[in-house]
């Protein structure tokens, strides 16, 4: 199944404005005529509705996220997941050719054939000594004056389950994902066969209560986007949950922010790349296997007029 | 959030400025994420600790004093959505059901003045 990513997350929630602002204040543009979305630079994005539209899929346990809609390469693997899914559940065409089912957790879930736009642009650089790729000279690495900063891709999305063999069994057995790397007793990172990405999906187990949306999040283009744009989210009055850090499994730049959609919202820059070469590999959650370091903001880091006897590290 | 509150009695605000359904943070510390928060519900105040009890200390705004419900009926926690009585800090829903908040004792003075109330109980979770 040439399944290459998360192009749309559909979201019913119950403060649209605010979801709205969250979602642009983060960096997201409206799309061009489609006045319910929410785009990044190559297209794929976020859609808002009301959550009593009734257009919309049901959802576990209330959960704000109403469907998940992966791209596909092709009119053959449209084909091949609606003759797969047909066989034990409901398959929808929908209007715009795309397939609607629903996972073995019971989220709904989407098929379209890719709209996600080829994206031309150049990562974060950095002048390490002895690479052959270095910034041109005069060209700076940090723009102090720099307008808003726009996320390049939708990343991933992390489900809470409450059974997580199931649910997992399901995208790899039914849709041809790959396990890249697991918690132990917790769940698999995930990537569909179309994608080197390090996870598309990530599953967590967890009570049936809490079924669910742990996190979404989107690329942006280097870890000084990820930092800039994060600081100016704070400075916009949202509340980081944490980060700004690095991830092991994956190696992405992280940075968690509380958010109205019931769910964690992350932005995320640099994750590893692996093909079916790769041999996952398994770790006992924990904090040190979950980030490689972990960065504090500081607003005072010099001393100057006001600076208290003992320091500015002072309590 | 595991950040100390103050031993000391410390002013929030005058307490008629909070009104029903409405939440307010204080005391933010160098995060910028605040340590206590004060809402209005059926006319009395209550105050909690900026820390809902799924994680050990999670921040639970989504913005700056933006500690309740869409329909204001609850608090609620914007990390995975678990949802509060205002009064008794009780979890109704989510992944810490039957667990509580924990209360942060408040005095007002004879000016109408919204105080921390300096006790015992104002000693760090830890």
């Not at chain 1, 190559?42 to 009593?52: H, I, K, P, S």
């Not at chain 1, 790899?172 to 990405?197: C, H, I, K, W, Y």
Request: proline letters at 7%; a negative charge.
């Amino acid at each position: 199944m040439n399944i290459t990513g998360i192009e749309t997350l559909v979201f019913g929630v119950e403060d649209l404005a605010a979801c709205r602002q969250y979602l642009l204040d983060y960096g997201l543009e409206p799309a061009a005529g489609q006045p319910h979305r929410l785009v990044a630079l190559d297209g794929t994005g976020v859609e808002l509705f009301a959550a009593t539209d009734a257009s919309l899929p049901p959802a576990p346990k209330g959960c704000q996220l109403r469907k998940c809609v992966m791209g596909v390469a092709d009119a053959a693997t449209l084909d091949a997941i609606e003759a797969e899914l047909a066989r034990d559940r409901e398959v929808l065409r929908l209007p715009d050719g795309s397939l609607q089912s629903v996972d073995d957790a019971g989220f709904a879930i989407g098929f379209q054939l890719s709209r996600r736009q080829p994206l031309y642009l150049l990562g974060e650089v950095s002048n390490a000594p002895g690479s052959p790729l270095q910034r041109v000279a005069n060209q700076l690495g940090v723009q102090a004056g720099r307008g808003r900063i726009q996320p390049r891709s939708l990343s991933h999305l992390v489900y809470f389950v409450p059974d997580v063999a199931k649910a997992e069994a399901f995208y790899v057995n039914r849709l041809g994902f790959r396990v890249t790397d697991r918690f132990d007793g917790v769940g698999p990172f995930m990537q569909p066969a179309g994608s080197l990405e390090h996870h598309s999906h990530f599953l967590i187990g967890a009570p049936a209560f809490m079924q669910g949306v742990e996190h979404f999040t989107f690329h942006f283009g280097g870890p000084t986007e990820v930092i800039q744009n994060g600081n100016r989210f704070i400075e916009a009055g949202y509340q980081a949950f944490w980060g700004p850090g690095r991830h092991v499994f994956g190696s992405n730049w992280f940075w968690y922010f509380n958010s109205p959609f019931g769910c964690h919202v992350e932005m995320d820059a640099d994750m590893d790349l692996h093909d079916n070469t790769w041999r996952p590999r398994v770790a006992k959650i924990s904090a040190d296997a979950s980030q490689a370091f972990l960065l504090r903001r500081r607003d005072k880091w010099m001393p100057g007029p006001g600076t208290p006897d003992n320091g500015d590290y002072a309590a | 959030m595991n950040a100390k509150l103050p031993v000391q009695a410390v002013p929030l605000c005058v307490a008629s400025d909070l009104g029903e359904g409405e939440a307010r943070g204080f005391l933010p510390d160098e995060d910028g994420q605040d340590r206590l928060f004060v809402l209005r519900h059926d006319g009395e105040l209550h105050a909690w600790r900026n820390a809902c009890p799924h994680v050990d200390g999670a921040p639970m705004a989504w913005r700056r004093h933006a500690y309740l419900s869409p329909d204001r009926q609850h608090v609620m926690c914007h990390a995975h959505g678990a949802r509060f009585e205002p009064d008794t800090g009780l979890c109704v829903h989510g992944p810490c059901l039957g667990q509580a908040l924990q209360r942060v004792p408040l005095t007002i003075d004879g000016e109408g003045q919204l105080w921390l109330a300096r006790t015992e109980q104002t000693q760090p979770i830890e």
